[in-house]
């Protein structure tokens, strides 16, 4: 009986530990992100991308080829990209008739389209086009989302997810207060119209220790109208968002604050010993001498005893 | 009083140099600083915003606004120095953002490692190097080198006494290895098959050589029995047939491994389990079988009907009762058509042309 043929395992040592870096992990890695071109991209389309890249480059790769297919019909050679380059953003630019300078940005989950928004640039600066510094790669800008409409429209509910998981770049502990120096800013209209505008903000002098904040627009700012959707199912989402058992922070038990903030907490007490209670003393329920005699004799022999038993023990 | 109104002034010249740093908002604004993110609900000014020469300044007027509140925030957090540099230590994000890929799940024991864990047996750490008697040497026990060290050391070996003397040790010994070998993968695929609830075929009586023995053979054929639709029930038995025994027949023949139960640990438990089967008992209802109770009523109503029918029979007759001859002869030939009609029994009826 000869050896029976092997499943599938990684010949070399490095192939194994590329395999287990791509295993889930309870914190996971920066997301990377792909940037790729479908059907004949017109020159704005690939420009916007091309900056969103820019803006993005550390942990993105932007992908020149053309590639003949539509995203909202037949996903799968954005998955097997993804997969490939290990990514979980994407975005891809196109151009046709019916939706000219077309840009869609999505997200995936264990390699399968999770969200997926199509956006038409409408106006659009390069950030070539602003002649001034630029902020320094891989920065982790802030992040503003003004108009009431993100909240209340649900597909822009979920582009303001999308939008803060693509510029988010990574969970910091702490910030350097000089580092702060680049805000993206997205304003929404009930028309669906998103303006996306892009500064460099400038610390001056307040006179206090907070400084007053100045802006400097270095691009790039794109008008975005919003087109069609494709957005996972509530049940997806909420799986794609669940936290692991291990980054949960541990209830601690019979703790509570009030509203005021003080720290209550719940002590278990024994059982009372209700025989043994103090009540009122009164004189007629005292133990007359005759009685504290015979006590006292009882307990002496009680000890008398005892001794005994020890010494027999012994 | 001339000094305090000459500091005022001189602050109040001070503050005039410097911009402010308050913003005004109708509504607040919700931060998350854990993700440097801020959103205004407030109403945006549709109006500037659709005119094209002050949208861009509207929208920075109103970026830096929200920009200075964030900020504001952030310098309010405790700071700390490091290598030069002032550090703010933020705060857990607020914002949930989804995995890229799903919350990794619990590696799935093999039996081995379950078997270990139910009995509290810890792998012991082996030595890689052995000391050789024969030898006189370190050996390792495994991996480099282990090789060149056994063929040293089997240079030559013994054919035991009751074993053919024409066999060849090496070869006996290289097939048992991988025999070895075999079997680990098998079970590394049977742990695997179980960890991802793949049902497996079951394997069949292993052969070992050519002529298989007794016990083997009689497994053989209570298997084979067995191997019926009704599981060998109605099979024939043979004069002096034993039933084989031992381990793995009960596992080839369906219905037969019994699941046993696990010992009640506690008194309580046995107690509880007691009363609760009493309770079961006592308070049994009566099943009723819908279809039986119904076929039952129709058939009693049926019994009923043709009874009284019987007994109605008699009045009708007429004439014919006279002689008190029930059985009815009569010349005439019985004509088909005429009777209870019963719609399941097909009447031929007579034959037409």
Same mark, same amino acid.
């Given at each position: 009986?000869?050896?029976?043929?092997?499943i599938?395992?990684?010949?070399?040592?490095?192939?194994?530990?590329?395999?287990?870096s791509?295993?889930?992990?309870?914190?996971?890695?920066?997301?990377?992100s792909?940037?790729?071109?479908?059907?004949?991209?017109?020159?704005?389309?690939?420009?916007?991308?091309?900056?969103?890249?820019?803006?993005?480059?550390?942990?993105?790769?932007?992908?020149?080829?053309?590639?003949?297919?539509?995203?909202?019909?037949?996903a799968?050679?954005?998955?097997?990209?993804?997969?490939?380059?290990?990514a979980?953003?994407?975005?891809v630019?196109?151009?046709?008739?019916?939706?000219?300078?077309?840009?869609?940005?999505?997200?995936?989950?264990?390699?399968?389209?999770?969200?997926?928004?199509?956006?038409?640039?409408e106006?659009?600066?390069?950030?070539?086009?602003?002649?001034?510094?630029?902020?320094?790669?891989?920065? =982790?800008?802030?992040?503003?989302?003004n108009?009431?409409?993100?909240?209340?429209?649900?597909?822009?509910?979920?582009l303001?997810?999308?939008?803060?998981?693509?510029?988010?770049?990574?969970?910091v502990?702490?910030?350097?207060?000089?580092?702060?120096?680049?805000?993206?800013?997205?304003?929404?209209?009930?028309?669906?119209?998103?303006?996306?505008?892009?500064?460099r903000?400038?610390?001056?002098?307040?006179?206090?220790?907070t400084?007053?904040?100045e802006?400097?627009?270095i691009?790039?700012?794109?008008?975005?109208?919003?087109?069609?959707?494709?957005?996972?199912?509530?049940d997806?989402?909420?799986?794609?968002?669940?936290?692991?058992?291990?980054?949960?922070?541990?209830?601690?038990?019979?703790?509570?604050?009030d509203?005021?903030?003080?720290?209550?907490?719940?002590?278990?007490?024994? =059982?009372?010993?209700?025989?043994?209670?103090?009540?009122?003393?009164?004189?007629?329920?005292?133990?007359?001498?005759?009685? =504290?005699?015979q006590?006292?004799?009882?307990k002496?022999?009680?000890?008398?005893?005892?001794? =005994?038993?020890?010494?027999?023990?012994? | 009083?001339?000094?305090?109104?000459?500091?005022?002034?001189?602050?109040?010249?001070?503050?005039?140099?410097?911009?402010?740093?308050?913003?005004?908002?109708h509504l607040e604004?919700?931060?998350?600083?854990?993700t440097?993110?801020?959103?205004?609900?407030?109403?945006?000014?549709?109006?500037?915003?659709?005119?094209?020469?002050?949208?861009?300044?509207?929208?920075?007027?109103?970026?830096?606004?929200?920009t200075?509140?964030?900020?504001?925030?952030?310098?309010?957090?405790p700071?700390?120095?490091?290598?030069?540099?002032i550090?703010?230590?933020?705060?857990?994000?607020?914002?949930?953002?989804?995995?890229?890929k799903?919350?990794?799940k619990?590696?799935?024991?093999?039996?081995w490692?379950?078997?270990?864990?139910?009995?509290g047996?810890?792998k012991?750490?082996?030595?890689?190097?052995?000391?050789?008697?024969?030898?006189?040497?370190?050996?390792?026990?495994?991996g480099?080198?282990?090789?060149a060290?056994?063929?040293?050391?089997?240079?030559?070996?013994?054919?035991?006494q009751?074993v053919?003397?024409?066999?060849d040790?090496?070869?006996?010994?290289?097939?048992?290895?991988?025999?070895?070998?075999a !079997?680990?993968?098998?079970?590394?695929?049977?742990?695997?098959?179980?960890?991802?609830?793949?049902?497996?075929?079951?394997?069949?009586?292993p052969v070992t050589?050519?002529?298989?023995?007794?016990?083997?053979?009689?497994?053989?054929?209570?298997v084979?029995?067995?191997?019926?639709?009704?599981?060998?029930?109605?099979?024939?038995?043979l004069?002096?047939?034993k039933?084989?025994?031992?381990?793995g027949?009960?596992?080839?023949?369906?219905?037969?491994?019994?699941?046993?139960?696990?010992?009640?640990?506690?008194?309580?438990?046995?107690?509880?389990?007691?009363l609760?089967?009493?309770?079961?008992?006592?308070n049994?209802?009566p099943?009723?079988?819908m279809d039986?109770?119904?076929? !039952?009523?129709?058939?009693?109503?049926?019994?009923q009907?043709?009874?009284?029918?019987?007994?109605?029979?008699?009045?009708?007759g007429?004439?014919?009762?006279?002689?008190?001859?029930?059985?009815?002869?009569?010349?005439?030939?019985?004509?088909?058509?005429?009777?209870?009609?019963?719609?399941?029994k097909k009447?031929?009826?007579?034959?037409?042309?």
């Open positions: 009986m000869g050896v029976i043929q092997r599938k395992k990684p010949t070399t040592r490095k192939g194994k530990k590329v395999l287990l791509r295993e889930p992990k309870p914190i996971e890695d920066t997301k990377q792909i940037f790729l071109q479908a059907r004949n991209p017109s020159e704005r389309a690939r420009k916007v991308l091309k900056d969103l890249y820019d803006l993005k480059k550390p942990d993105a790769a932007y992908l020149s080829r053309k590639n003949d297919f539509v995203p909202f019909e037949d799968t050679l954005i998955e097997k990209l993804c997969y490939k380059k290990d979980s953003l994407f975005g630019s196109s151009h046709s008739k019916k939706r000219p300078h077309n840009i869609i940005l999505g997200r995936t989950f264990n390699y399968g389209i999770l969200d997926m928004i199509e956006l038409g640039a106006n659009f600066k390069a950030m070539s086009d602003f002649h001034n510094m630029k902020v320094l790669a891989g920065i =982790k800008p802030c992040l503003l989302f108009g009431p409409v993100w909240e209340l429209n649900q597909d822009l509910k979920r303001k997810s999308l939008f803060t998981d693509f510029f988010y770049r990574e969970k502990e702490s910030v350097r207060l000089q580092g702060l120096e680049h805000v993206i800013s997205f304003s929404a209209t009930d028309d669906g119209t998103i303006y996306l505008r892009s500064y903000i400038h610390l001056k002098k307040s006179g206090q220790r400084p007053r904040i802006l400097e627009e691009g790039p700012s794109v008008d975005f109208k919003l087109r069609r959707t494709k957005l996972a199912s509530a997806l989402f909420k799986e794609a968002c669940r936290i692991p058992k291990e980054l949960k922070p541990i209830a601690k038990k019979n703790q509570s604050t509203a005021f903030g003080t720290k209550l907490g719940r002590i278990h007490m024994g =059982k009372q010993d209700i025989n043994r209670l103090q009540t009122r003393k009164m004189k007629g329920l005292k133990k007359s001498t005759e009685e =504290k005699k006590m006292l004799l009882k002496k022999m009680a000890k008398k005893e005892a001794k =005994k038993g020890n010494m027999l023990n012994a | 009083m001339d000094i305090v109104n000459e500091i005022l002034e001189k602050e109040q010249k001070k503050a005039e140099k410097y911009k402010p740093i308050t913003v005004e908002k604004l919700e931060l998350d600083v854990g440097l993110l801020a959103f205004d609900t407030n109403d945006l000014d549709t109006k500037l915003l659709k005119s094209d020469n002050q949208r861009d300044a509207y929208l920075q007027s109103l970026a830096r606004d929200n200075q509140l964030l900020l504001n925030k952030i310098w309010e957090l700071t700390e120095r490091i290598d030069e540099a550090v703010v230590k933020l705060p857990q994000p607020t914002t949930v953002l989804p995995r890229s799903p919350v990794p619990p590696k799935p024991l093999t039996k490692q379950e078997f270990a864990k139910a009995k047996i810890t012991q750490k082996k030595d890689k190097l052995k000391w050789d008697e024969q030898l006189q040497k370190w050996v390792p026990l495994y480099f080198r282990k090789a060290a056994e063929k040293e050391k089997d240079w030559l070996i013994e054919v035991p009751n053919d003397p024409m066999t040790m090496y070869e006996k010994k290289a097939s048992e290895k991988s025999e070895k070998v !079997k680990n993968e098998l079970q590394r695929l049977k742990n695997i098959a179980r960890s991802r609830k793949v049902n497996i075929p079951r394997v069949g009586l050589s050519d002529k298989a023995n007794a016990t083997q053979l009689s497994t053989a054929a209570v084979a029995k067995a191997s019926t639709a009704s599981l060998g029930k109605f099979q024939d038995k004069p002096k047939e039933e084989a025994r031992g381990k027949v009960h596992e080839l023949i369906p219905g037969k491994v019994r699941k046993r139960n696990a010992p009640i640990p506690t008194p309580q438990m046995e107690r509880e389990n007691n609760n089967l009493i309770d079961r008992i006592l049994k209802r099943k009723i079988d039986k109770a119904v076929s !039952k009523h129709i058939h009693k109503e049926q019994v009907r043709s009874e009284e029918k019987k007994s109605m029979k008699p009045v009708k007429k004439g014919k009762a006279k002689g008190g001859n029930v059985t009815n002869f009569s010349a005439k030939k019985p004509k088909a058509g005429k009777g209870q009609r019963n719609p399941n009447n031929p009826g007579r034959k037409r042309r």
